[in-house]
């Protein structure tokens, strides 16, 4: 019940015109579009935000992958990926918006040694998620960041209602109905054809 809360309250915000992300993340999206930006990075640092990027990854591509010029969206999951993919992110071609997931962690988890300084896990893991965004941020690339003080149901509610609403203002922008899927739709078609020259 509670993540139907988070997202009830991130709509009725956006509807009484007290929230503006939505809407100008959609003017963002829009912006980098018109200047060759060609790749949406979703880098999430929480395992438990896989889901998330995985299902933002579907639903942008169902409701806007049906222009020219429009984003591709990618799942990336840091820390790890950042160590195989940040070197093409920073010095490849600058046609990539960044948005890191990330959460307040400083403090939890066991304690380690990195480089003879006495930490947690969470404090490396909160380290890594500013130095990437620092370091995005300073070589040019387009960014932006959502930070969590916690993931629970109300927050996952949240997450989800913003980024419907910018998908669809995103579409309302791009002249696409965000609520069909045409191509996909003629692959069904096929699909079922072929079957039924199986019989």
């Not at 913003?162 to 696409?176: C, D, Q, R």
Request: aromatic content about 8%; glycine content about 8%; charged content about 20%.
């Amino acid at each position: 019940m509670l993540i139907w809360a988070g997202g009830f309250r991130c709509f009725l915000a956006c509807v009484m015109a007290d929230y503006e992300p939505a809407v100008q993340s959609a003017a963002l999206h829009m912006a980098l579009m018109e200047k060759k930006v060609r790749v949406n990075v979703m880098m999430h640092y929480d395992d438990r935000m896989g889901a998330l990027a995985s299902w933002y990854r579907q639903c942008w591509s169902e409701s806007l992958g049906k222009c020219d010029g429009v984003m591709t969206p990618v799942r990336s999951r840091g820390a790890t990926d950042q160590h195989s993919q940040l070197q093409l992110y920073l010095d490849g071609p600058k046609d990539k918006l960044f948005s890191l997931m990330m959460l307040e962690c400083a403090g939890q988890g066991a304690r380690i040694d990195v480089n003879g300084i006495q930490c947690t896990l969470g404090d490396l893991m909160g380290a890594e998620q500013r130095a990437t965004l620092a370091t995005l941020t300073k070589r040019g690339c387009p960014a932006r960041s959502f930070t969590m003080k916690k993931l629970d149901e109300e927050t996952l509610g949240a997450l989800l209602m913003h980024f419907m609403l910018e998908v669809i203002f995103t579409a309302e922008l791009l002249g696409v109905n965000a609520f069909d899927q045409p191509a996909v739709e003629e692959s069904k078609v096929l699909t079922l054809g072929y079957l039924a020259e199986m019989r």
